[in-house]
């Protein structure tokens, strides 16, 4: 976080830092600063690096709790349908031109398409008062389909400036954050992870089968109903804010188990602080490894995610001895 508020185009010494943040929480600075490195660090770098928490916090945390429900280390937030459904609404609004709640309208309407897609997902899964979790996921792979291809239809019909900032936002960026976006984000992402973090022993229980956790006294249908709910909650106020974010909630769990082993009464809080640090890391590099322009965060996380993933996927694949 000090890195991020430090190291810019403009770039403030850790002391002037130090005094700004002091003075601003109302005590006594005990460095000096100047009023052009005060409006930099407090306008633009303190509300861009706490949105970039929040969103490293919500997209890991919701990564993990999704791949303890589903029993499957490879899903993510995606998997549910609340990135496409979050794309499906922003685009639409873009592509509209409509704004009706002003700077408001592309994050609401991303926040509204995630929810409702999701909603989508399980009720279309649901059967006979339950869902399996292979209907569910198969469900979600589908309805991400039928999103991504109504949104390239969209695009069809877009202009030139429409393109250009329906690709930005496909890509993810936290470059507009202010601080009227960082409090609605963060009290969401409060709103999902503090009781996600409650469900920790519950999941180590689901993890030794279903059938095995309803015995030992889990609601397992209930518990898979509000998982899901929360964590689609955490993913859609982290995307409405900041666009599609690809592999945090995938790898950084993953990097967690391989250090702090399967328990998620351990991995779930720990994903939100190392989702949050792997965010604010990732934007750092955004705005400097091409300084003065700015890559899409997306595309970081992406060149760094991927590859690790592929590491990932051949260990297991060597440790196991193949999948068979």
């Not at 460095?31 to 509300?47: D, K, L």
């Not at 997306?298 to 060149?303: D, F, P, S, Y």
Request: net charge positive; glycine share 12%; proline share 5%.
């Amino acid at each position: 976080m000090l890195l991020n508020l430090v190291i810019g185009a403009v770039r403030v010494p850790p002391g002037e830092v130090l005094g700004i943040l002091l003075d601003h929480a109302g005590l006594p600075a005990p460095f000096e600063f100047t009023r052009q490195h005060e409006a930099v660090v407090w306008n633009i770098r303190v509300p861009r690096t706490l949105l970039a928490l929040v969103v490293g916090a919500g997209l890991a945390t919701a990564g993990c709790a999704l791949q303890g429900i589903f029993r499957n280390p490879l899903a993510d937030p995606g998997i549910i349908g609340v990135s496409s459904g979050a794309a499906l609404g922003a685009v639409g609004v873009i592509i509209l031109g409509v704004s009706p709640l002003g700077t408001w309208t592309t994050p609401a309407a991303a926040f509204a398409g995630g929810l409702a897609l999701t909603l989508a997902v399980y009720a279309l899964s649901r059967r006979d008062g339950r869902t399996e979790v292979v209907t569910l996921v198969l469900t979600g792979v589908a309805l991400n389909a039928i999103a991504g291809g109504v949104i390239g239809f969209a695009l069809f019909f877009a202009t030139d400036a429409q393109l250009r900032n329906v690709v930005f936002w496909q890509l993810g960026s936290v470059g507009g954050a202010t601080w009227a976006a960082v409090r609605p984000a963060a009290l969401l992402a409060l709103i999902a992870l503090v009781p996600l973090m409650r469900y920790g022993h519950r999941l180590n229980l689901l993890a030794l089968g279903e059938r095995e956790a309803y015995h030992l006294g889990v609601d397992t249908e209930r518990l898979r109903l509000e998982v899901i709910g929360l964590a689609a909650l955490a993913t859609a106020a982290a995307v409405s804010f900041a666009g599609i974010i690809s592999f945090v909630g995938l790898v950084v769990p993953h990097m967690l188990r391989l250090m702090l082993g399967p328990d998620h009464r351990r991995l779930l809080p720990a994903s939100a602080l190392l989702g949050a640090a792997a965010i604010a890391l990732a934007d750092l590099a955004a705005r400097t490894v091409v300084a003065p322009a700015e890559m899409p965060l997306g595309v970081v996380t992406a060149l760094a995610g991927g590859p690790y993933f592929l590491w990932l996927i051949h260990r297991t694949r060597r440790a196991q001895g193949g999948w068979g």
